[in-house]
Structures are given as C-alpha cells and as structure tokens.
C-alpha cells in the first residue's frame, strides 16, 4: 500500500521559497513518475509538476520557471522547490504517483500560505 508524508510547508512572504518534501512507501519509487499537486480553497486539485522515473520534468504555466521538482530515488522522496512564491500558490500541497491507476491514497499534505 503506498503511503506518503509531505512536509516542509509553512508561511512565508511573497518573493520567498520553501522546499517541500514527499517521502514514499509501499512502492517501487524509482520506477514510478511522481507529481506534486495542491488544493486551494473552493478549487479543484491541479497538477503543478511532475518528474518521470528518469528525471524527465513538466510544469504548469502558472509555476514554470519558480518551481523545480527533483528526486531523490535512494530516499524514495520527491522534492519540490518553490522561488518567488505569490499569493496565488497559497494552497495544501500533496504527492502521489502520476499514474492514476498506481495512485495510492493522498496523504494530509503540506499547508504554504504565501502572504503578500
């Protein structure tokens, strides 16, 4: 069963980063591609990124060219870093596999609340 712990949220100025980290279990990690996804309020979960199994990467327009995510398959985590965060990427962040169909159940999540 595939369990994962996101962590490294919190609050934080517009303009500033954080790293958020998604640690995965009950997987083969290095041979899924993993995506990092968030929830704002009164919105739909979107994808903001994901990462193949061989590093390949993909953005959403809205956080191309501020975030990067990265992973580390030795420590079956997934990372997210987040530059020049505004008020609009305030949301819970979560990771899960990209394929739906090997998802596993989502996690509580990562709080980043960006004020301006």
């Known amino acids: 069963q595939v369990q994962l712990v996101e962590s490294g949220g919190g609050l934080v100025q517009a303009g500033g980063s954080l790293r958020l980290s998604c640690a995965a279990s009950g997987i083969i990690f290095s041979i899924n591609a993993m995506g990092w996804y968030r929830q704002a309020p009164g919105k739909q979960r979107e994808l903001v990124a994901y990462?193949?199994?061989?590093?390949?990467?993909n953005y959403a327009d809205s956080v191309k060219g501020r975030f990067t995510i990265s992973r580390d398959n030795a420590k079956n985590t997934v990372y997210l870093q987040m530059n020049s965060l505004k008020p609009e990427d305030t949301a819970v962040y979560y990771c899960n596999v990209l394929v739906a169909g090997a998802r596993g159940s989502w996690g509580q999540g990562t709080q980043v609340t960006v004020s301006s």
């Open positions: 990462i193949t199994s061989g590093g390949s990467t």
